[in-house]
């Protein structure tokens, strides 16, 4: 048996296992980078917990706001003067946007509950909403008002199309159906009707019920 080597064959053999020791050291330098590369990527969440939190500007003014309690969530912006923006609100009675003037004023608002959707415009003169338009399982109708609050035009899809009229007093005056024209007196009796000059109790009634299918349904 063979038991020396020569200085080639030695040399060969020491170069083989250095290959070996730096191929295995590029493996592990691999690996660890691998578990850093994960760690960076995946790190631990973490949590912060309050019932507000608000954001200042520059000068220390509040300018938005989040904050919580059992019934509602919101997330408000503040103007300048630190009046109230925007509102986004999710709470127990249903989640909406609110939309505030410079001086704090609401004017418009959408809102939607559980069995309807509302869109409301308002001005600061008018005890109630200058425009609403209301969808739920009934129909869909958009009401106009004047600066007392009366319903001055009512355009209602609910049982059929139906556009009505109304005078100062929110009496209707007019009204224009899918089954004909109809105009009031400021009594409510009928001046002026295309099923006739006259009507039987029947048609009345159906006249009447397009006339209230324009007004506001119930949520």
């Known amino acids: 048996m063979r038991t020396f080597q020569t200085n080639e064959e030695r040399f060969a053999a ?4 250095n290959r070996k020791l730096k191929a295995g ?15 960076a990527a995946a790190p631990s969440p973490k949590v912060i917990t309050a019932e507000r939190f608000v954001l200042v500007d520059e000068t220390g003014k509040e300018r938005a706001e ?11 912006l503040m103007n300048a003067d630190q009046s109230r923006a925007v509102i986004l609100s999710s709470g127990s009675e249903g989640n909406g946007v609110l939309l ?11 809102m939607a509950y559980k069995d309807a959707t509302t869109y409301s415009v308002f001005r600061e003169d008018r005890p109630q909403e200058a425009l609403l338009i209301l969808d739920n399982a009934k129909g869909t109708v958009l009401a106009v008002r004047d600066p007392k609050g009366n319903e001055l035009v009512d355009l209602g899809v609910v049982n059929g199309g139906a556009l009505a009229i109304s005078d ?3 009496k209707p005056r007019a009204m224009v159906g899918t089954e004909g024209i109809t105009t009031f007196d400021e009594a409510g009796k009928i001046n002026w009707t295309s099923f006739g000059e006259t009507l ?20």
């Open 200 to 219: 039987t109790p029947e048609e009345r009634k159906h006249v009447m019920d397009l006339i209230n299918s324009t007004q506001q349904p119930s949520n």
């Open 66 to 76: 989040l904050s919580s309690n059992p019934k509602n969530v919101a997330f408000q």
């Open 100 to 110: 505030f003037d410079k001086f704090g004023k609401g004017r418009q608002a959408l």
């Open 14 to 17: 020491l170069e083989q296992s």
């Open 25 to 39: 050291i590029m493996l592990l330098c691999g690996m660890a980078a691998l578990i850093a590369i994960l760690g």
């Open 168 to 170: 100062t007093n929110g």
